[in-house]
C-alpha cells in the first residue's frame, strides 16, 4: 500500500459493520478502525460480527511495520458505541457471552499504541472497551457510562476490574454498580479520558497525538505498552466465563429477562417482588 496523507481503505477489509482505513504522515501511518453498525437511533452498537472484523483489522495492524498507531472511534457525532444489540442478546444470551471474542486481548497483543476517539455516547461495552486502550481522546458532547446491572447484561474479569486501576476502586464500583452518566469533563477528572477537545476540533488533535507518538522509538514504545499490559494479564481474566462461575443460572431466567425487558419498555424491574420476595402489600409503604 503507497504511503498516502489522506484516509484510505485497505483493500481486502471490505467489512459489514467495520471500516479499515490507514493514512500516513512523515515518521509512519496510522491504521483507523470505525465501528459503524448503527441502530435506528444512530447510535453504534457492536456484535459478535463486528468484534471480529475489529480483531481482523488489529491482527493487520500489529503485522504492518508501517504503522506505529491505530486510532478506534465510531462513525458519526452521535456515539462511540453505546453497547450490544439488547433484543440480540435477549435471543440467546448465553451463547453471545460465551462466544464473545476477547478484543482486549488483541489491543494487548497489537504492541502499538490504541487511541479511542470519542465522540456522543460511550456506554456499556463502548465505555470498557475505550478505557482498555491506551489512551482516550473525548469532544466536549462525550457521555461514559456502563448498563451491565441495568438491563441484565453482565460482564466480569479484567473487563471490570481494569477500571480500579484507571480511576481507582471507589469510582470504578459506582461507575459498574449505579449506571451513571459522565460527562466529558467529569471523566476527565476522574482520569477516565486524557483529554476533552471541542468536537470540531476532535479529529486534529488525534493526529496531533499520532505524530507525537510517532516521532518516539517504535521498539520502545513497545517495551513501554507491554509493560504496563503485563498487569493485565496477571488479573482475573475470560469475561465469559467468570459470570458463569458467580451466577451460572443467570443467562435466561426470568431476572435476566425481566431486566432486559423492563429497559425495552422504559420502565423500573421490580427486584423488590421479583427477587427479594417483597409481600404485595408492602409495596408502596414509607418504612
Given amino acids: 500500500m503507497q504511503w498516502s496523507r489522506e484516509w484510505t481503505k485497505v483493500l481486502g477489509f471490505e467489512f459489514r459493520e467495520t471500516i479499515y482505513e490507514k493514512k500516513y504522515f512523515d515518521?509512519?501511518?496510522?491504521?483507523?478502525?470505525?465501528?459503524?453498525?448503527?441502530?435506528?437511533?444512530?447510535?453504534?452498537?457492536?456484535?459478535?460480527?463486528?468484534?471480529?472484523?475489529?480483531?481482523?483489522?488489529?491482527?493487520?495492524?500489529?503485522?504492518?511495520?508501517?504503522?506505529?498507531?491505530?486510532?478506534?472511534?465510531?462513525?458519526?457525532?452521535?456515539?462511540?458505541?453505546?453497547?450490544?444489540?439488547?433484543?440480540?442478546?435477549?435471543?440467546?444470551?448465553?451463547?453471545?457471552?460465551?462466544?464473545?471474542?476477547?478484543?482486549?486481548?488483541?489491543?494487548?497483543?497489537?504492541?502499538?499504541?490504541?487511541?479511542?476517539?470519542?465522540?456522543?455516547?460511550?456506554?456499556?461495552?463502548?465505555?470498557?472497551?475505550?478505557?482498555?486502550?491506551?489512551?482516550?481522546?473525548?469532544?466536549?458532547?462525550?457521555?461514559?457510562?456502563?448498563?451491565?446491572?441495568?438491563?441484565?447484561?453482565?460482564?466480569?474479569?479484567?473487563?471490570?476490574?481494569y477500571l480500579a486501576r484507571v480511576v481507582g476502586q471507589k469510582k470504578a464500583r459506582e461507575i459498574w454498580m449505579l449506571c451513571r452518566r459522565y460527562t466529558a469533563q467529569e471523566a476527565l477528572q476522574m482520569g477516565l479520558v486524557n483529554a476533552v477537545v471541542p468536537l470540531d476540533k476532535l479529529d486534529e488533535e488525534v493526529d496531533k497525538w499520532c505524530q507525537e507518538i510517532l516521532e518516539k522509538n517504535p521498539t520502545c514504545i513497545r517495551i513501554v505498552k507491554a509493560s504496563f499490559d503485563s498487569e493485565i494479564e496477571n488479573m482475573p481474566h475470560a469475561a465469559a466465563y467468570f459470570p458463569n462461575l458467580i451466577a451460572p443460572h443467570f443467562f435466561g431466567s426470568e431476572e435476566q429477562l425481566e431486566a432486559m425487558q423492563a429497559f425495552l419498555d422504559k420502565r423500573k424491574p421490580d427486584w423488590g417482588k421479583l427477587i427479594r420476595g417483597r409481600p404485595e402489600d408492602f409495596k408502596g409503604r414509607n418504612t
Fill in 27 to 161: 515518521m509512519g501511518g496510522v491504521a483507523r478502525i470505525t465501528m459503524a453498525n448503527t441502530n435506528p437511533k444512530g447510535l453504534n452498537t457492536i456484535s459478535l460480527r463486528g468484534m471480529s472484523e475489529m480483531i481482523a483489522a488489529l491482527r493487520d495492524a500489529r503485522l504492518d511495520d508501517s504503522i506505529g498507531v491505530v486510532v478506534i472511534q465510531g462513525i458519526g457525532d452521535k456515539s462511540f458505541c453505546v453497547g450490544g444489540d439488547l433484543r440480540e442478546e435477549q435471543k440467546d444470551s448465553q451463547q453471545a457471552m460465551e462466544e464473545s471474542p476477547d478484543v482486549e486481548l488483541h489491543l494487548r497483543l497489537l504492541g502499538k499504541p490504541v487511541i479511542a476517539a470519542v465522540k456522543g455516547y460511550c456506554i456499556g461495552y463502548g465505555n470498557h472497551f475505550a478505557y482498555h486502550c491506551d489512551f482516550t481522546i473525548a469532544a466536549d458532547n462525550a457521555i461514559f457510562g456502563q448498563t451491565g446491572p441495568r438491563v441484565g447484561s453482565p460482564a466480569g474479569g479484567a473487563q471490570v476490574a
